[in-house]
């Protein structure tokens, strides 16, 4: 079975019912997933009458406007889930809902107009999950890329101003810290990204 193909039974627990799901992002979740890579998306606080099981396909969306940004199949739910994916100090709490991505396109979102939601997990037919998957088309090439993160550390030694490295980067993460980006082999056309976007970090060019 491949990634846009629907589970052929199409039911639930062995009744009629969708075999497709659409999952809606709330704007603070979505952010999160668009700024820190994760290989499965886990939701919790979710009402019973939505009840995906693995195997079964999923598009991801985020609202206001309804946008396609990922692909992905439930996976079985794990005993716990951390409350903030980024924060593994964090509450855990039950799992209820666990999607492993199969393609991700959050940094260009494919429109989703005309999508009838009616709330966080919503059943999909076939026909409908097929255009959605169809709209994000192939995935791109994949290149090599050099990431660097540059912080001045005063410190008395070169170990200490590692553990302060690591602490300035926990501490303010992708939100605050300019990571610099350029294709291997181009330097010249390196880029820097804040809050997962291109950041202009010359003072120069904003005068």
């Known amino acids: 079975m491949t990634d846009t193909e629907v589970r052929a039974s199409g039911t639930i627990d062995g009744g009629s019912g969708p075999g497709a799901w659409a999952v809606l992002l709330p704007a603070e979740r979505y952010e999160a ?10 939701l919790t606080g979710l009402d019973g009458s939505a009840r995906p099981r693995p195997g079964d396909p999923v598009a991801v969306l985020a609202d206001a406007p309804p946008r ?10 794990t005993a716990e889930t ?18 492993t991505y199969t393609r991700r396109v959050f940094d260009e979102p494919v429109p989703a107009d005309g999508l009838a939601l009616d709330g966080p997990v919503t059943g999909l037919d076939a026909a409908t999950w097929r255009e959605l998957a169809d709209r994000v088309g192939p995935p791109p090439a994949r ?15 070169a170990a200490e101003a590692v553990r302060l490295f690591w602490a300035y980067v926990q501490e303010l993460g992708p939100r605050e810290l300019p990571a610099f980006v350029s294709p291997s082999g181009d330097e010249l056309a390196m880029q820097a990204f804040v809050l997962g976007a291109e950041a202009n970090q010359d003072p120069e060019e904003d005068d």
């Open 68 to 77: 396609l940004v990922a692909l992905g199949r439930v996976a079985a739910a």
């Open 33 to 42: 997933e668009r700024l820190v890579h994760h290989d499965t998306l886990e």
């Open 143 to 157: 290149r090599s890329w050099l990431v660097s993160l540059d912080l001045p550390i005063e410190a008395a030694s």
């Open 82 to 99: 951390r409350e903030d994916p980024d924060d593994p100090q964090s509450e855990a709490g039950p799992g209820s809902l666990v999607v």
